[in-house]
């Protein structure tokens, strides 16, 4: 069964503390890894999307790279207002089906 | 440009009524998705309208839960008979094509009382 893992669920960092958030899959035919911020009470805002390992991806203070199993979200220096939820997304391959599989997400809480 | 529009953008209603959900894609925007959001779960797949395909409806809860697309823009999600189960945040999205990233709307919150 296709399934994407995050981890940490939450994550708290002082302003200026580097750390990566973890995103795991299992998919048949990966066809687009994708990263997604969401603050509370609306949609999620797309990032990033990674398609083949070793590619990699940078906005600002964040950087995605991409495994054979894994997805990597770094963030450099974080500022406060890098505080969100951020998700993470697979795309497979195959069927009519065009979904994108979700995980749960990971609570990122950046303190000044 | 306008991003994807939902409404109404929160929703109370009674257990055992029917409501509809609207969302307005992204203009020239051909994929069109419905995902379910519950408190601490994921996204959850509902349905999805490609063109002028039968859309893939393997998502759907329950055939409670029906979505349309009319001319292949404007979509309606509708669940029939609400239950208590069926409150959630309900996020439309639409991507350009079929291998493009989706673009979300800020949801339809369903509280059912």
């Not at chain 1, 070793?54 to 199993?69: D, P, Q, V």
């Not at chain 2, 994921?42 to 395909?53: A, C, M, R």
């Not at chain 2, 709307?105 to 369903?110: A, D, F, M, S, V």
Request: some cysteine; hydrophobic content about 30%.
């Amino acid at each position: 069964e296709d399934q994407v893992t995050q981890s940490p669920e939450a994550l708290r960092l002082q302003e200026g503390e580097s750390s990566s958030l973890n995103c795991s899959y299992t998919v048949s035919g990966l066809r687009g890894l994708f990263w997604y911020r969401q603050d509370p009470g609306k949609g999620p805002e797309f990032l990033f999307t990674l398609y083949s390992a070793g590619e990699e991806k940078e906005k600002e203070r964040l950087k995605a790279t991409l495994t054979k199993k894994e997805s990597f979200l770094h963030i450099t220096a974080p500022k406060p207002e890098d505080s969100a939820t951020y998700l993470c997304a697979a795309r497979a391959l195959g069927g009519a089906t065009n979904k994108l599989i979700f995980g749960t997400g990971t609570l990122l809480a950046v303190q000044p | 440009g306008a991003g994807v529009s939902q409404s109404p953008s929160n929703k109370v209603t009674e257990k055992g009524k029917d409501v509809e959900l609207r969302c307005d894609p992204i203009s020239g925007h051909t994929a069109l998705y419905w995902y379910r959001q519950s408190l601490g779960q994921g996204l959850e797949f509902l349905i999805y309208f490609q063109g002028n395909s039968a859309p893939d409806k393997s998502g759907l809860p329950s055939d409670r839960f029906s979505a349309e697309r009319t001319g292949g823009s404007v979509s309606t999600l509708t669940i029939q008979r609400t239950q208590q189960e069926d409150s959630a945040v309900y996020l439309c999205a639409s991507s350009l094509d079929r291998g493009a990233p989706l673009h979300f709307g800020n949801g339809t919150r369903l509280t059912v009382t």
